[in-house]
């Protein structure tokens, strides 16, 4: 029994981070506190909040702590701590380094793109945006407005015409020298203003450029001006969002279901609405509003691009965040927690937002459940099945062989479990081999405590696969999981599969109505994409690698000098004896031998 007295008596009265450990070493929780004694005393007190509370406090066998400067500095600390341990009785928001950003390119003539992932120097990035839609529709509008370049390095340094971008009006043709390098910089220019929500001030600019080209008598130049005026006036009838006093600002909501939170976040980024995208955290049950709210707060914001003004739906305490966020920004941050007026509307449209996701996510999950039931039920397995690993080979012919395996768990497919395995070593197109291969890698680790073990395996083949998959069960002792064969029907059509169970031999054929089969086809045709396009990439790879680079004088420098110069491999087959000698590094006689082996 853990004795706290000893750990309290000698805590400090000093803000800072704790965290709960249990016998195996593991950190349960983290959390900040402005009174280390006070707040990790209130956790043995008799009557504890909650049977949540109850139960982490049941697990505890060790704690430690770490003192900081100021509640602040604490923040920091158990986010970046919550984030590397994904302590279990946290509330616990996926680290989503996925949003999209448009960028403006450092390049002579800017580009205008859609970027995802890490930021390079000399490029400007504008979001993130809710999601890639939000994105290409903003690129289009500013197509449509500034008429910025949006093709690769490799295509716009080899024009010799305009593209129909041009044609349909969508870019001022840089590549051929239509516009000047000027003029060009400063659409470049407005449309950063417009991204950065300065819209008065582009559109005040613009008009001034009208009237001086029309006091010029370049009434041609005016009339494009006037244009651009008018498609950013219907922009703003379409978009703009009135009374908000910035032009970046989000607005979230939080609602609850069955134990399950939802956090939405509504979009409004220079003045216009970009979308929403709901969040499901881990570890809610039994937790409050208020305390995934916080939590999300600290998980999304930290270490992220945050708009002045946040509106949230629920009362909490913000000023340690206020703090943390404004120097974060280099700028003040102001949460609203009394939203009035049209905050309030846009806080009830992202309520609705949250409150149909937990519904559309249950009805999800009772769907799932039932195709679950249904599974056990025809496969006669006990009520305790839930983990469930399916696996799948994929080549072409033998070339870049690679294997899958998925995983259904706690009533989903569980993506951040999806392993591919490359095959390499075995005949070419042996897939008895290769099923081999990956089950021994897979559950030789399972069998030695690494990794969780499966209730059912569907194993993608009929009975050679099957037979293959009894046998290292065997070797490696897991002997009493059930596997299951899934041979394909009749011209491999959908409701004809064909189930071989190990333990007794039997085949069995389900109803094409029935939901176990739908289960079994879901998880069995997930395994076949996990595994395709791992081979895809593979086989891509590998003949891009043979194609150029087993050209005797072609390293991985003259490489990238061909494919950039002439946008991928397609463009260099297709090049002349000439224009490949034109690349930096080619002599003509190189030139003519890439040129040979291509052919």
């Not at 004795?3 to 009265?13: E, G, Q, R, S, T």
């Not at 803000?15 to 005393?41: H, Q, W």
């Not at 999806?418 to 008895?432: A, E, K, Q, S």
């Not at 990956?438 to 083949?461: H, M, N, S």
Request: proline share 3%; with cysteine.
């Amino acid at each position: 029994m853990f004795d706290p007295k000893p750990i309290l008596k000698n805590l400090p009265n000093l803000p800072g981070v704790y965290r709960m450990i249990n016998a195996t070493d593991e950190v349960i929780y983290v959390g900040k506190a402005k009174d280390l004694k006070k707040r990790v005393s209130s956790y043995f007190n008799k009557n504890l909040p909650s049977p949540r509370t109850r139960m982490m406090v049941s697990n505890i066998v060790k704690i430690e702590t770490t003192v900081t400067h100021n509640e602040a500095e604490a923040l920091l600390l158990e986010n970046n701590l919550i984030k590397g341990l994904m302590p279990r009785y946290n509330v616990l928001f996926r680290d989503d380094k996925s949003y999209p950003y448009i960028t403006l390119t450092g390049d002579a003539f800017p580009r205008l793109a859609f970027h995802r992932g890490s930021q390079r120097k000399g490029s400007q990035y504008f979001g993130p945006f809710p999601n890639s839609v939000a994105v290409r529709e903003s690129i289009q509008l500013l197509q449509k407005v500034f008429k910025l370049r949006t093709c690769e390095n490799t295509v716009f340094a080899n024009r010799s015409r305009p593209c129909l971008q041009h044609q349909i009006e969508r870019c001022t043709a840089p590549c051929v020298g239509l516009i000047s390098d000027d003029n060009y910089r400063n659409d470049v220019y407005q449309a950063a203003l417009f991204l950065q929500g300065k819209t008065t001030e582009v559109m005040d600019t613009l008009a001034e450029q009208m009237n001086t080209a029309a006091a010029n008598q370049e009434y041609e130049r005016a009339m494009v001006f006037r244009d651009r005026i008018q498609a950013l006036r219907q922009v703003q009838a379409k978009q703009f969002v009135s009374d908000f006093n910035v032009s970046d600002a989000d607005v979230i909501a939080c609602a609850e279901l069955q134990g399950q939170h939802c956090i939405n976040l509504v979009m409004i980024r220079g003045g216009r609405h970009l979308g929403d995208r709901s969040y499901m955290p881990k570890n809610t049950d039994g937790e409050t509003l208020e305390t995934s709210m916080a939590a999300f707060l600290a998980q999304h914001y930290v270490a992220q691009n945050t708009p002045p003004l946040i509106v949230v739906g629920i009362k909490i305490e913000t000023e340690i965040i206020e703090q943390v966020l404004s120097e974060q920004a280099g700028r003040k941050v102001k949460i609203n927690t009394n939203a009035i007026g049209d905050k309030r509307v846009w806080l009830k449209m992202a309520q609705t937002n949250a409150e149909l996701a937990l519904a559309q996510r249950a009805a999800t999950s009772a769907n799932q459940a039932a195709k679950l039931v249904a599974l056990r039920e025809a496969l006669h397995l006990p009520d305790t099945t839930e983990r469930i690993e399916c696996f799948d080979i994929s080549h072409t012919m033998g070339e870049a062989t690679v294997a899958s395996c998925v995983v259904f768990d706690r009533g989903d497919m569980q993506n951040s479990e999806y392993r591919r395995y490359n095959i390499t070593g075995i005949t070419p197109g042996d897939d008895y081999a290769a099923m081999r291969d990956v089950l021994t890698r897979r559950y030789k680790k399972v069998a030695a405590g690494e990794g969780a073990r499966p209730d059912l395996v569907f194993i993608d083949g009929g009975k050679g696969q099957l037979g293959i998959a009894i046998e290292v069960m065997a070797e490696v002792g897991l002997d009493d999981i059930l596997l299951v064969g899934i041979a394909k029907g009749e011209d491999r059509k959908p409701g004809l599969e064909t189930m071989i169970f190990s333990d007794t031999g039997e085949m069995l054929n389900l109803g094409k109505d029935n939901k176990g089969l739908h289960l079994l086809q879901q998880i069995r045709d997930e395994a076949h994409r996990f595994a395709i396009t791992g081979h895809r990439a593979k086989r891509a790879k590998a003949r891009l690698h043979s194609s150029l680079e087993d050209i005797e004088g072609i390293g991985a420098k003259r490489r990238k000098a061909l494919l950039t110069r002439f946008g991928g491999l397609d463009g260099v087959k297709n090049a002349s004896i000439d224009e490949i000698a034109n690349v930096e590094g080619i002599s003509q006689g190189l030139a003519e031998k890439i040129y040979g082996a291509l052919h």
